[in-house]
């Protein structure tokens, strides 16, 4: 029997951006610590590096398996790495390893995302296990969150009862119109999923499950820029993350000049009727990044993000782009997680991502850092600058005077604490 309020607390709230810094004292003993840490009140250093802030974990449960056949799915190739073990899920053996393995570090906030593929396909009743892990491992307190990236094919009512009860956050991938999501996004027979995905979506909202929407913008929709976001907004989606497809030799990647108009047109439309009404990711992360000089995202970071991706076999990797052999860092049947981040391979991943010869001397290297990993080593070499090079300079000079004005009015707003 599921109890939701059964201690630890299943929470969903975005970790905030200067993430808080660990004292040895929420972690397990390092007995090189002197107390002295704690007669000062300053960070103990003996902790190892990697857990000096929390990390995530983005979780793969069945791997690459998806019950759609989207036509510009990087996932697909994905299916190579573990292609002779059939149907792909993760045994209770891993899920309970890996998820022990987190809590056990006592994070502020624990956060596990699950996504594939498409992990729906695990099952409800993997996700009711997971959870029940969750409440045998998490001490009394503990905040746990979860979010589940999905395409939304298999949400019924009894998933969103489920979802509602242990506060899941949602991502439901949806490229716009009827016309526009049914191009591409396809199930196996090649048929259109717009009339399924807005049906989970509001079965999502009659079960008060927190959701957003994911939307790939591609060739075919990157002209309809503020008329695409006028439809979500006209649909009542308020929380949105456009993600520009870049995929090797794909005909549907979006062309950047074309991506650079779309981002302006986009944050005119956000700016004049939808800020403070309607959430667009990357629009906050770059009103975050002016207000406390750090974005938290990947995509605009320094360094990658703080997290590993842990396939259904517990492979661990540093990036969901990036699961290939040459970047596996191990397994979490053989050593605890935060030793992942501690390896060699996973610091030459993380710390390149600002190193592009290119970008020296570039008036936003301190906004973009190089952009995504992924989209440069998709037409080309990590020392390449990104294919969006040209779309990042035209949105930055385009709208940065005003997200200036935007944070100061924010700031201005904002309540001293």
């Known amino acids: 029997m599921h109890d939701p309020t059964r ?35 300053r960070f103990c250093y ?24 989207c036509k510009y799915c990087f996932y697909l190739r994905a299916h190579e790495l573990y292609a002779a073990e059939g149907r792909h899920i993760m045994s209770d053996e891993v899920l309970e390893r890996m998820i022990s393995g987190l809590l056990r570090y006592r994070f502020p906030e624990t956060v596990f995302a699950w996504q594939g593929g498409e992990p729906t396909v695990a099952g409800l009743d993997f996700f009711k296990r997971a959870v029940e892990v969750e409440q045998k ?11 589940l990236q999905t395409n939304g094919i298999l949400l019924d009512d009894e998933w ?3 979802l509602h009860d242990y506060h899941f956050l949602v991502g439901l991938s949806l490229d716009g119109p009827k016309e526009v999501h049914d191009a591409l ?8 999923t717009w009339d399924k995905v807005m049906a989970s979506a509001r079965r999502m909202e009659q079960n008060e499950v927190e959701y957003n929407i994911l939307c790939v913008v591609n060739s075919l929709n990157v002209k309809l820029g503020k008329d695409l976001l006028r439809w979500f907004i006209d649909q009542g989606f308020n929380y949105l993350q456009f993600i520009p497809c870049i995929e090797p030799g794909l005909d549907l990647n979006v062309p950047p000049e074309a991506y650079g108009e779309f981002l302006c047109d986009v944050f005119d439309y956000w700016a004049k009727e939808g800020f403070g009404k309607v959430s667009i990711r990357d629009f906050d992360a770059m009103l975050t990044q002016q207000m406390h000089g750090v974005s938290p995202l990947c995509t605009f970071g320094r360094v990658c993000n703080h997290y590993i991706v842990i396939e259904h076999t517990g492979d661990v990797y540093p990036c969901d782009f990036f699961v290939y052999d040459e970047w596996r860092l191990g397994n979490v049947m053989d050593a605890p997680l935060h030793t992942f981040m501690e390896t060699e391979k996973y610091r030459l991943f993380a710390y390149q991502k ?3 010869p290119a970008c020296r001397g570039c008036t936003w290297r301190s906004i973009c850092h190089g952009g995504c990993q992924k989209d440069r080593v998709a037409t080309g070499a990590f020392t390449d600058p990104t294919p969006l090079c040209a779309a990042y300079q035209r949105f930055f000079e385009h709208a940065m005077p005003k997200f200036k004005k935007l944070a100061k009015r924010v700031q201005r707003q904002t309540p001293r604490s």
């Open 137 to 147: 491992h998490g001490a009394p307190g503990q905040s746990v969150g979860n979010g």
């Open 160 to 162: 969103c009862r489920f």
């Open 7 to 41: 201690s630890p607390t299943w929470y969903w709230g975005q970790i905030p951006c200067e993430q808080r810094w660990l004292h040895c004292s929420q972690l397990d003993s390092f007995p090189q610590c002197n107390g002295d840490c704690r007669q000062t009140g």
């Open 185 to 192: 996004r396809v199930d196996m027979g090649g048929h259109g």
């Open 46 to 69: 003996t902790a190892p590096m990697a857990l000096r802030k929390p990390f995530q974990l983005l979780i793969k449960p069945v791997g690459a398996d998806c019950n759609l056949r």
């Open 354 to 356: 600002d190193k592009v």
